[in-house]
């Protein structure tokens, strides 16, 4: 998304989907995962007759409320769309002028396109060409309609390229920066939003400034720490600029190429030490090789408000330490919603028995460890003060430096006012009564300035800049191939001094662009760009004269950096098609990814993987747990809803197996890893395929771990981890695994 | 020997209950349960058990527990008791057994019928702790009542199968109706016996079966399931036949024991030595005396 | 606007809505800390995994007019407010399951107790509001749980419900929510809302 059009999160909001006329959902189960959300799905049904089509491999409760429901097979959904595009373009029905005014690369879509016919949509797919052509153009004509994706869409091989088809089948139809259209990726938690703003990533540094010396420079003077200090605590220099280890893959940094495990680029050492705070690491893929990374660590330290299962699944007996954090309840601070507005949350009780708020602990680390007054110094910078408060000098900080993602409105002074108005502001547009007029709830970002009401709808030209509208970033340069990137004449957002697109605003092109002059001593405070102006003249001017201050310019169906350039198909790294896998192979083993070199085409050939394990595996979540499930799991009346783990089969494939309802079953992975389960009959996966939920931890291979829990902090409810099981894939750009397509063998146990 | 074998597949129910964590009546089943109500095709027994228990039932039982003894007060004072010579032979007809089964029958019986009364008029006993306790004496009791029943079935089944005498007693009413001492068409059991014997046991059995289901509640029954009853239609019915049968046995047992103790002076002391006056046995047993007499035992 | 002095309260939940979160019965659960095996609120959901039939519904007592459950209790315990809740007497319970029986929602439950699977006193959907006991008393808590509607609070269940399928309130204007809800959907008369007649009549 990011590198289609500048940002990657919502563009429009929860709210907004009551606009919609239509609502298409990718691997998404917002009824489960999110429920109070999912209440403006059905308001669209209700209030804006509303067509739901849901897109899944398996029958959510999503699709239970939908008016149409294509069952994909798991890693197909760029057939699909492109199935989509090609019914669009052969029938007319994309928006032209959208398109040549704000898009680049989709002459090549369309060349795409044409080879996907619903035909053999169809064979790939699994969705009879009928039903596509239906809900085509059911979508197509029934506009603004609005896109919602979430894991389902992402956990794939090449789910990056999912993520870019799906906005470029949004701006084929001019589905853009509209109210009820837009691309609505749902986070799955709280304030992930605000984690991956805060750079909860290994290749950026927070507000995705990257790791160039530039941002680091920038960083360090933001910071008031030295330069020098600073890249002297890596390696060497050069270390600074490279991508760390991602989540999905630290352990393979442990292993250290071992036993046949994927090569690492560390600096010649393996990872010795680690350190989690509030990660369920019991829900991510292939936990044998989780465990097997735990089990070789020097030290685990694990701080959560419950216990960890990392500290259960792992045989390690000393240097495990289980620290005590304190929950949400006992801390305050901003958190970010999925549709980037922020909210204040206070604190309702003082941390509880011996517990610590994550702060506190990383705090106490920063001392021992000799950094504290570095690690603090940023937050007494705004007023040049002896000492800071917590946590309103953080957020002053992060409204000061971050820039980028325009959070220079997010003052913990004004969040907290939006809160406190909270009944001020209208539910669907978000926008503000009485003394709250000229500001959104939240003040979803880019929030400009100190007094800008932010933009509740990115990429919308209809409205001013300083109430909102922006056109797409110019981040990608200002030609391609001798085209153009900038947006087409009288594209600009509106009440913009420039009519046409421009580029992002330098103190060097800010004069002619916004066709002011500068005085004097603004010459000498501004800064170099938008994104490192701390003097904030470049995001003042601008709304003045209605400019964006990252340009105005066109997405990109084509991204030039990528292995593939437009999205294309490939199939699973595990796939039941072998005819397929051999038509749309995987992409060339990719060296040093996030430091670890990863299979890819020599993992999809390495047999035939459908002959010995020909049933999918699809997993996800259940509505009464999140992630590993460690506090839902001890919470008695939640945990009472799914007391034990399972594994949803259609009762026609398990009767090939003479698997009954409720009796235990083993699912066995390519990796060679196996599970033990309950069978729970359900028509919501169809044969071809079993679906299970990855809450569940304490149980390994068959083995029960119970006794390792420390006294009295055994769950209500353990189980198996389904992703004991999940297969190897990983994502050719993000890294993130691929859980939601693999292969597995069940038999009766 | 049997009635251990009986406690041994009750407290095997009982485990099967506990063994289900799944309820049959709050869980998924709930929704069986509620369409079972009053859909169309349904039995409709919730709408029956509410208007029998509303209006019917508890003036029924008023109506048995008053009007049965007023009958038979009645009867006392207008007609009066039998009374038999006590000067002739006995004749030893229970042997040590049949009374023990008889006796522990009648403990059960005495337990039971009060606080059964008891709950269906737990108003007027204030309802609580008290109206509770007699619920637990009413099952428990209903264990003893399993013990004497089931051998009480076996001992007696074959004097009591129907004969052609039964249906010339029926006819004069047991020859209840005057003070003559004509004999009467009966064998060893006359048929008012006959039918206490049958309400007694295999009513008795089906007390036993619903009582125990209402007890347990929720407990999962494969026969149920393949037959589609809800389990709550199943509960239902079973108050239902409880109610129904309770009646039934309520008035029979208050004729047994104006019998017994009221209407043929001294009928008690066989069940408590064995013995009857043998006139007693001419009179009221007429077929079973000459049978007697032709073995050459009275 | 109704008129408050009539007010019946009820239950309604809306097929269309209901996504099976099991907000409410957590909820419930949680603020009345009822035993494991109670729930007072219960979602089930109709024709799993297949498109088109599929829907969910949260039952909990409906509060009936005419209440059959208060018609066969043999102790008389139970008693229905003006406002229509219906309530019962745990003190005078005897835990016959009577009312189970006549219930046409399931809704009485018996928690087991002991070891023979004894089964305790009734344990229903009070819609928040506690029991005869003295109000927000300790004895009412313990035995009911919370007593909100005493503190002008909505049911908990409802007010937790995440999209708003699961009204509460007086039937009057439930009804007319839940008609402006069909009508805006512009699918034309729907069929009898389910449950509406058994539990309320065909009067409203
Ligand atoms: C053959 C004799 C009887 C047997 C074996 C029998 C057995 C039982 C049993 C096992 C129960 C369940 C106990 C419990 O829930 O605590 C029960 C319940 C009950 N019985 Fe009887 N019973 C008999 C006669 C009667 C009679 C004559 C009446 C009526 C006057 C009566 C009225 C009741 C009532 C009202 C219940 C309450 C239902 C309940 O507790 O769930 N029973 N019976
Ligand atoms: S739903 Fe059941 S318990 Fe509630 S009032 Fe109606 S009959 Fe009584
Ligand atoms: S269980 Fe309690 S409330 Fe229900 S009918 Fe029996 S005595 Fe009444
Ligand atoms: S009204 Fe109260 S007691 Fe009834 S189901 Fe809702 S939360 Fe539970």
């Known amino acids: 998304m990011a590198n289609t059009w500048g940002y990657g999160a919502m563009t429009n909001s929860l709210g907004d989907i009551q606009n919609a006329k239509a609502i298409i959902i990718f691997g998404a189960n917002p009824a489960v995962n999110h429920p109070v959300g999912f209440q403006h799905f059905l308001k669209a049904k209700e209030r804006n007759n509303a067509k739901i089509i849901v897109i899944d491999p398996v029958f959510t409760k999503t699709a239970a409320k939908a008016d149409h429901y294509c069952q994909v097979r798991p890693g197909t959904d760029i057939p699909f769309m492109y199935g989509m595009l090609h019914l669009i373009f052969k029938n007319g029905w994309h928006d032209e002028k959208f398109i040549s005014d704000r898009v680049y690369g989709m002459e090549d879509v369309m060349e795409e396109a044409k080879k996907w016919n619903p035909k053999k949509v169809e064979d790939v797919t699994g969705v009879p060409a009928d039903q596509l052509i239906q809900v085509t153009t059911l979508y197509a004509r029934s506009t603004p309609g609005t896109l919602i994706w979430a894991m389902g869409l992402t956990q794939h091989s090449n789910g990056s390229s999912n993520t870019r088809l799906a906005p470029i089948l949004q701006l084929a139809l001019g589905n853009m920066g509209v109210e009820g259209g837009g691309t609505n990726i749902l986070r799955g938690h709280d304030n992930v939003q605000g984690a991956t703003d805060m750079a909860c990533l290994s290749d950026t540094l927070p507000g995705y400034y990257g790791l160039s010396d530039g941002a680091w420079q920038y960083f360090a003077s933001s910071w008031g720490v030295d330069y020098e200090w600073l890249s002297g605590r890596f390696k060497s220099k050069e270390w600074m600029g490279k991508k760390g280890f991602t989540l999905a893959r630290w352990w393979a940094g442990v292993l250290d190429g071992k036993d046949g495990n994927d090569q690492i680029h560390n600096a010649g050492t393996n990872l010795k030490n680690l350190f989690v705070m509030g990660n369920g690491i019991t829900s991510i893929a292939q936990q044998a090789k989780v465990k097997e990374g735990l089990d070789n660590l020097d030290m685990i330290v694990l701080c959560d408000p419950f216990v960890n299962e990392a500290a259960i699944l792992t045989d390690k007996q000393d240097d495990v330490f289980i620290l005590p954090a304190a929950t949400q309840f006992e801390t305050s601070g901003s958190v970010t919603a999925t549709n980037r507005s922020v909210q204040w949350r206070n604190k309702v009780v003082e941390p509880m028995y011996e517990s610590k708020t994550d702060h506190d602990i990383m705090f106490e680390l920063a001392k021992r460890l000799g950094f504290y007054d570095e690690y603090t110094a940023g937050m007494k910078i705004k007023e040049n003060k002896q000492d800071y408060t917590w946590p309103e000098d953080a957020t002053d900080e992060i409204a000061r430096i971050i820039k980028t993602i325009g959070l220079t409105g997010w003052t913990a002074k004004r969040i907290k006012s939006h809160n406190e108005n909270w009944h001020m502001f209208d539910q669907i547009s978000g926008r503000g009564y009485g003394k709250m007029k000229g500001e959104y709830y939240g003040l979803p970002w880019p929030a400009w300035t100190e007094t800008h009401g932010g933009s509740p709808l990115l990429y919308n030209i209809n409205r001013s800049v300083a109430e909102g509208g922006m056109g797409f970033r110019n981040r990608f340069g200002l030609e391609h191939d001798g085209q153009d990137l900038l947006a087409g004449a009288g594209s600009a957002p509106k009440g913009s001094v420039q009519k046409d697109g421009y580029p992002e605003i330098t103190a060097v092109n800010i004069e002619e662009v916004l066709g002011i002059k500068l005085t004097a001593d603004e010459k000498k405070r501004i800064g170099k760009n938008w994104k490192v102006d701390t003097s904030n003249i470049i995001a003042e001017k601008c709304m003045e004269q209605g400019i964006a201050p990252y340009g105005n310019a066109k997405a990109r169906a084509k991204v030039w950096t990528f292995p593939d350039q437009i999205p294309m198909h490939r199939e699973p790294l595990h796939s039941p098609r072998s005819d397929l896998a051999k038509e749309y192979p995987s992409f060339d083993d990719k060296e040093n990814h996030f430091r670890v070199d990863t299979k890819y085409i020599s993992k999809q050939t390495e047999q035939d993987w459908s002959k010995d394990f020909p049933i999918n595996l699809v997993t996800g979540r259940l509505v009464n747990m999140n992630g590993a499930g460690m506090e839902n799991r001890a919470s008695k009346y939640l945990a009472a809803l799914t007391p034990e783990m399972f594994c949803s089969i259609n009762p026609d494939l398990a009767g090939k197996y003479g698997i009954r309802d409720g009796s235990m079953m083993w699912i066995h992975s390519p990796e060679g890893t196996k599970i033990k389960v309950k069978a729970k009959y359900s028509h919501s996966v169809p044969e071809d395929r079993i679906f299970m939920p990855f809450h569940f931890a304490g149980h390994f291979q068959g083995e029960d771990l119970s006794h390792k829990y420390p006294k009295g902090t055994k769950p209500y409810a353990i189980g198996e981890s389904a992703n004991t099981v999940t297969n190897y894939g990983y994502d050719i750009v993000t890294q993130i695994p691929e859980t939601k397509g693999g292969l597995c063998r069940i038999e009766f146990a | 020997m049997k009635s251990k074998y009986i406690i041994i597949a009750l407290l095997a129910l009982s485990s099967l209950a506990f063994g289900y964590s799944d309820s049959v009546v709050w869980s998924d089943n709930l929704v069986d349960n509620i369409l079972g109500y009053d859909k169309e095709g349904s039995l409709h027994l919730g709408q029956y058990f509410t208007i029998l228990q509303s209006t019917y039932f508890k003036p029924l039982f008023f109506g048995v527990l008053f009007g049965v003894p007023a009958i038979f007060l009645i009867h006392y004072l207008i007609i009066g008791p039998m009374i038999f010579s006590h000067d002739r032979k006995k004749i030893y007809v229970f042997t040590l057994f049949n009374r023990i089964v008889h006796a522990i029958a009648g403990i059960a019986f005495i337990l039971i019928i009060p606080t059964g009364l008891i709950m269906m008029f737990a108003t007027t006993f204030g309802g609580g702790e008290f109206v509770r306790i007699c619920k637990d004496i009413h099952a428990i009791s209903t264990l003893l009542f399993i013990v004497s029943i089931v051998p009480m079935f076996l001992m007696w089944l074959r004097p009591m199968l129907p004969s052609s005498d039964d249906i010339k007693w029926m006819m004069i009413l047991g020859g209840y109706l005057n003070k003559r001492k004509d004999p009467v068409p009966a064998g060893r059991f006359n048929a008012g016996q006959k039918m206490w014997f049958w309400l007694a046991t295999l009513g008795g059995f089906l007390m036993i079966g619903t009582g125990v289901a209402m007890y347990f509640q929720d407990f999962r029954l494969d026969i149920l399931v393949s037959n589609s009853i809800s389990q709550i239609d199943f509960l239902r019915a079973s108050a239902i036949i409880h109610n129904v049968l309770g009646l039934a046995v309520l008035a029979l047992f208050l004729t047994h024991i104006y019998m017994s103790v009221f209407a043929i002076k001294g009928a008690i002391h066989s069940m408590i030595n064995g013995y009857k006056e043998e006139e007693e046995v001419e009179i009221l047993h007429s077929s079973y005396y000459k049978e007697l007499k032709e073995k050459g035992e009275a | ?204």
């Not at chain 3, 008389?76 to 046409?104: Q, S, T």
Request: net charge negative.
């Open chain 3, 1 to 204: 606007m109704s008129d408050i002095g009539n007010a019946r309260l009820k239950f309604y939940c809306d097929e269309h809505r209901c996504i099976s979160c099991d907000g409410c019965s957590v909820a419930c659960a949680e603020a009345h800390e009822l035993p494991a095996n109670i729930n007072r609120r219960k979602v089930v959901t109709m024709n799993e995994g297949i498109f088109g039939l599929e829907y969910s519904l949260s039952i909990a007592c409906m509060h009936c007019t005419d209440a059959p459950c208060e018609q066969v209790c043999p102790t008389d315990c139970f008693y229905i407010r003006e406002d229509g809740i219906v309530l019962h007497d745990k003190d005078k319970c005897i835990g016959c399951a009577y009312c189970l029986y006549a219930c046409p929602f399931g809704a009485p439950q018996f928690p087991q107790d002991g070891a023979f699977s004894i089964k305790g006193v009734m344990d229903k959907c009070t819609m928040c509001a506690g029991g005869p006991e003295e109000t927000n008393s300790d004895k009412e808590r313990e035995l009911y749980g919370q007593n909100r509607i005493a503190e002008g609070k909505v049911p908990v269940c409802a007010a937790m419900c995440s999209t708003k399928a699961l009204l509460v309130g007086d039937s009057a204007e439930i009804s007319d929510i839940y008609r402006e809800r069909v009508l805006s959907i512009g699918h034309g008369a729907k069929t009898q809302p389910y449950g509406w007649s058994t539990a309320y009549g065909s009067k409203i």
